[in-house]
């Protein structure tokens, strides 16, 4: 939730189908939006790391990497958290 402000000429990110727009492109390195999980989709992750890199690199399972870093925090949440005390919380 934001609104943002812009001082000279309004250069939207994203344009909707019923007419709206969302976020801001100033170039291909500086732009930003309100809409979350934009940096969940492959094609928009390629785009910003290609001006940096000329590597060929191996197709990355998006998804599968973000469910392993899921996964590494729950481990380490039930290493140090009381996990079956806040389960006995929420039931009250």
């Given at each position: 939730?934001?609104?943002?402000?812009?001082?000279?000429?309004?250069?939207?990110?994203?344009?909707?189908?019923?007419?709206?727009?969302?976020?801001?492109?100033?170039?291909?390195?500086?732009?930003?939006?309100?809409?979350?999980?934009?940096?969940?989709?492959?094609?928009?992750?390629?785009?910003?790391?290609?001006p940096y890199t000329t590597l060929p690199?191996?197709?990355?399972?998006?998804?599968?990497?973000?469910?392993?870093?899921?996964?590494?925090?729950?481990?380490?949440?039930?290493?140090?958290?009381?996990?079956?005390?806040?389960?006995?919380?929420l039931e009250s």
């Amino acid at each position: 939730m934001g609104d943002s402000m812009v001082l000279t000429e309004e250069r939207p990110l994203n344009h909707f189908i019923d007419g709206g727009s969302d976020g801001y492109f100033e170039n291909g390195r500086c732009w930003g939006t309100y809409l979350h999980g934009i940096l969940d989709n492959p094609s928009v992750v390629d785009a910003l790391i290609a001006p940096y890199t000329t590597l060929p690199g191996k197709a990355l399972n998006y998804r599968q990497y973000k469910e392993n870093q899921y996964d590494k925090l729950a481990a380490l949440l039930r290493q140090h958290l009381d996990i079956e005390g806040i389960y006995k919380t929420l039931e009250s």
